[in-house]
């Protein structure tokens, strides 16, 4: 699964969905600014909430749900990518969180 960096996750905002599939007491902490909150085990019955014509970076804690939740949207014919590090690799960098 292709995985992108914290840098370029930053980068593609603007442009991507940035999807975060964490739990609702782990986005209570902090979530990317612009994200669609939808917790992994929702993800089956909110698919229609996603662009299936822009490119989709899953966010997790710390990588692995969103490993599995990308190989499942590209499997269901949606571009998407993984972001190495997950949040927290994102909150040690200090990047923006909402």
């Known amino acids: 699964m292709p995985e992108v960096t914290i840098t370029d ?3 593609r905002r603007a ?3 940035i999807l975060d599939v ?3 007491f782990e986005v209570a902490e902090g979530m990317i600014p612009g994200a669609l909150h939808i917790p992994m085990g ?3 019955a909110r698919l229609g909430e996603l662009d299936r014509d822009r490119p989709v970076i899953v966010i997790c804690r710390s990588g692995n749900r969103s490993s599995r939740v990308a190989d499942a949207l590209t499997g269901a014919g949606y571009t998407a990518d ?3 590090g997950g949040m927290i690799a994102w909150q040690r ?3 923006p969180v909402s």
């Open 9 to 11: 996750t930053d980068g």
């Open 15 to 17: 442009t991507d969905q």
């Open 22 to 24: 964490r739990e609702d």
């Open 42 to 44: 929702e993800l089956n």
């Open 82 to 84: 993984t972001m190495a």
């Open 93 to 95: 960098a200090g990047l």
